[in-house]
């Protein structure tokens, strides 16, 4: 993100009654916001968004056309009201946490900004082994707030960032939100489901409500443009879709635990733990299976937990000062010493290679 120009900032979890009243929260968002919380005689509502307090951070100081584009990100946790019944694992939560940011920008940048947006969330998706998308923008419908011009100009952003892309998209028109056009990044993943994850999201709404300014080269005060924008969305929701994504095989650099060492009887432990002390200071993830179960049911289980390698040690290891290596599909790599494990599993990481 700061390569990319951002701005990471924080911002309270609570925010009082009045904000959220100009924000329009209270009249169109209440039924998913919790009950308020009284303080000092003064309402607070626990955050269901984090936008409006980027906008206070915007509006902390008189903005000139020379301090924008102004991009503000936040790993920002968010609570919304959800019926018990409609909660369903990591995919939907009553509190979770955006990668958020608002980009606030002149029109002339409007462009250049949708594009880097999209192309920052296909970077990471592609990161995570995602590589089948589709784009999806969504128009302006019947009733809207903004501009014909306004709604023009960002459309035609987002249909460039489309075409800049190269990649599949489908155009719903009319079918977008009050406040402005969007753009959707689908994944589908390999048994064919789809999962909506980056989104770039033009508000012509709050930037009204809260009075947005900056003042242009021409010495008069001008709107900006303000986007929304998450590229994995709720990090939650995000995990969940992962690990049916890699149906929780995931590729080396992912997995919690990398390594299983398997002891096969008590006197093999100490070497056991002295190799993991090699691959910890390597910075690998281990654990050791000291139970004092058969080796092919620590086997069996690691293999359960999907954990990319075992390493297993008995008699010949301890004496090589080396580890018989396995995969979890079974594959048997035989035996090697330490340090060659560690370079090749290092590489690995390095490499992000897939499983
Ligand atoms: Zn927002």
Request: hydrophobic share 40%; glycine share 8%; charged share 25%.
């Amino acid at each position: 993100h700061y390569k990319a120009g951002y701005e990471i900032v924080y911002t309270p979890h609570l925010g009082k009654a009045a904000l959220w009243d100009v924000s329009g929260h209270l009249d169109f968002y209440r039924e998913y916001m919790y009950a308020p919380m009284d303080i000092d005689g003064q309402e607070y509502f626990v955050k269901p968004m984090n936008c409006p307090f980027h906008i206070e951070i915007y509006k902390s100081a008189v903005r000139s056309y020379r301090d924008l584009p102004m991009r503000l990100a936040e790993m920002g946790t968010v609570y919304r009201y959800e019926r018990s019944g409609v909660l369903h694992g990591l995919l939907r939560l009553r509190g979770f946490t955006q990668d958020d940011a608002h980009i606030f920008c002149r029109p002339d940048q409007v462009e250049e900004e949708v594009i880097r947006a999209v192309d920052f969330g296909i970077h990471y998706l592609r990161l995570f082994g995602f590589d089948d998308y589709l784009l999806c923008l969504s128009t302006r419908p019947e009733k809207y707030v903004g501009s014909i011009e306004e709604w023009d100009r960002a459309t035609e952003a987002l249909q460039q960032a489309i075409q800049v892309s190269g990649l599949e998209h489908e155009v719903d028109e009319g079918g977008g939100v009050f406040y402005g056009p969007k753009i959707d990044i689908h994944v589908r993943d390999p048994i064919g489901r789809s999962w909506q994850l980056t989104t770039v999201q033009f508000d012509f709404n709050l930037s009204e409500r809260f009075d947005l300014a900056f003042i242009g080269q021409d010495g008069h005060q001008h709107r900006p443009y303000m986007v929304h924008r998450a590229l994995l969305g709720s990090l939650e929701r995000f995990l969940g879709v992962l690990i049916e994504h890699y149906a929780g095989a995931f590729p080396l650099w992912l997995a919690p635990v990398q390594v299983v060492l398997i002891p096969i009887a008590d006197r093999h432990v100490e070497h056991a733990r002295r190799v993991v002390s090699e691959l910890e200071a390597a910075g690998l993830r281990v654990e050791v299976d000291e139970r004092s179960e058969r080796m092919q049911a620590k086997i069996r289980d690691a293999q359960l937990q999907k954990v990319p390698y075992m390493l297993v040690m008995g008699d010949k290891e301890v004496e090589a000062q080396a580890v018989a290596v396995r995969l979890r599909s079974g594959q048997d790599l035989g035996t090697m010493s330490v340090s060659a494990f560690v370079s090749r599993a290092v590489d690995e990481v390095r490499q992000r290679a897939a499983p």
